[in-house]
């Protein structure tokens, strides 16, 4: 066995013929092992301590620079600590990353980057936004004052072998498993509670079932605040073939295998909520059209700073290029070509940009015409037109309800039409009420045996169809489904199945002055046997009850049962199916 020595270019030879000398000689790598892991420890229990001390270093994000003394300060540049600022301030507005995104490369807007690496360190490099910039800038503490260390931890499970870099998790929200967290030890951009608003609305635009999801611009006005009032899960949206949309909850049914809470057809319940928020908006109308004007010019007054900072900084590189060329020595011509060159092509970029500010102010001028005026005064007055109209889109009026309601909890009567709604607003404040959603069938009303007697009361005064109707109506019934009201025709088919005729003796009693004691209309007597009303026809045919035909009523059947009869009836109706035929097979 090779073994190096102590000594520098000396080497050991060692000769193991024995167990114990094998056993020493592996205490020893055993040993050597374990000094190392103990050194390890030590180091990484140093680096934890001094970043619970706050002391320890790591590369700081844009809009912050390090000074050679160590202290994180603003970036010194003004346009960036600028374009820092209106990120966040455009995130608190727009609430979604993408649209943020869609946002600064429509306007133009790009990141001043300070590089740390290789060439050109501590240069500043403008790079068009990216959504994983903005989603670390939005998730990074440092931007709320805080140093914090231990976000990132090395997760085994998705560690890759070979590849050192891999199986990190980030954990953007503050808890106990971060090493360190010491508030308002930086210069902060924002302050700490809205830095959690941010994580919190990150992690909720996510697309997942426990979260409410970023608005899109789908049917369901209101995605992502409706909570079954029964279990307490968040109920999801499930769309028809032609569009439609309802409201579900199937937790329940997904996870456990049980059943479907409730469901609500969505249309009419975000109707009913619409009506109940701009019922809350309506004293707030010029408030609101003053906000609104206001944020109008605040946001051109803020991209109009923005560019004059462009404007400055390339003016100033242009300055910059031709004082270089006129300080050089004509008689270089070598430099000289460069130079020029280079000035002409400060000048072009200069010259570009301040085409491109003309034209940003002529499409959006900086402050607002009194046409512009006019028309959010007129809009403001009429906010259910301005709900409507066709420029107002689905994400819109998602974007309106989320910033009034917090949630909503709703609870279905049974199968009936009525629904509890919960409305919980911003601020804490709570209202119910009751809607009253379309269902399938009449028998589903929870005044259906109501509207039944009431209709047999009308019938017995000799109104006709339409008065019944009309009566209906008045007195405040409605029909199922989403119809406004009864007419001649649905009251002319209720009757019928009630055997009710408009008039002053009904039709039941017509028929019932037909029976002599003891005697059964079949389809009453069927439905007393449990039995259809085929299979009954049948046994009058083969002789097997005793019955006769009425003539003033087409020959319909009249069968005679009294309580002996019926309780033979159920004995036969209990035998088992094909028992008559297989009884006739064995007696021949």
Known sequence: MELESSEPGHTEFVICNRTIDRLLLGLKGTMSEAELHI????????????????????????????????????????EVQQVVCLIFKKFEELTTLNALLRYLVQNGVKLGVRVYEREGRGELQWRRPTRTTLQSMLKNPIYAGAYAY??????????????????????????????TLIKDRLPAYISWECYEENVKRLAENRARSDAMGAPRSGASLLQGLLICGRCGNRMTVRYGERGRHLYLCNRLKTNYGGKECQYVAGPP????????????????????????????????????????????RVAYEAERAGRHYRLLEPENRLVARQL?????????TQQRLEEDYHRFCSERPKLLTESEREAIRRLSEDIPALWGAQTT????????????????????????????VEIRWAGGLATKDIMIRPVNKLEQLSYYPQLCERIRELAAEGLSRQKIADRLNEEGYRPPKRW?????????????????????????????ALLNEDEWWLPRL?????????????????????????????????????????????NLRALPNGYHVRKKLWIE
Request: glycine share 8%; proline share 5%.
């Open 39 to 78: 050194l390890k420890q030590r180091l990484h229990q140093g680096k934890v301590n001094k970043a619970r001390r706050g002391e320890l270093t790591f590369p700081v994000p844009l809009g912050y620079v390090r000074r050679p003394s160590g202290e994180v300060v603003f970036d010194p540049d003004e």
């Open 150 to 179: 231990g976000r990132r931890r090395v997760d085994p499970r998705k560690k890759k072998p070979g590849r050192p870099g891999t199986g990190i998790v980030t954990r953007p929200t503050p808890s106990e498993e971060w090493h």
């Open 484 to 512: 406004e009201k009864f007419g001649r025709y649905g009251i002319g088919d209720l009757m019928h199945r009630l055997g009710v005729m408009a008039g002053k003796h009904t039709r039941t009693e017509r028929q019932n």
């Open 393 to 420: 889109t689905n994400k819109d009026r998602k974007e309106i309800f989320r910033q009034v309601i917090e949630r909503i909890a709703i609870d279905v009567e049974g199968t009936s039409e009525r629904v509890g």
């Open 340 to 348: 020029a060159k280079d000035w002409e092509q400060k000048l072009a």
């Open 269 to 312: 319940l975000d109707e009913f909520v619409g009506e109940k928020v701009l019922k809350a908006l309506e004293p707030a109308s010029l408030e609101l059209s003053l906000e609104a004007a206001k944020h109008v010019e605040e946001e051109r007054e803020e991209l109009d700073r923005l560019w004059q900072k462009r404007l400055e």
């Open 526 to 570: 069927a439905l007393e046997l449990g039995m259809p009303k085929v299979t009954l026809h049948d046994w009058v045919k083969r002789g097997w009850v005793k019955a006769r035909q009425e003539q003033e009523l087409q020959g319909r059947w009249i069968v005679w049962a009294d309580e002996e009869e019926l309780k033979r009836l159920r």
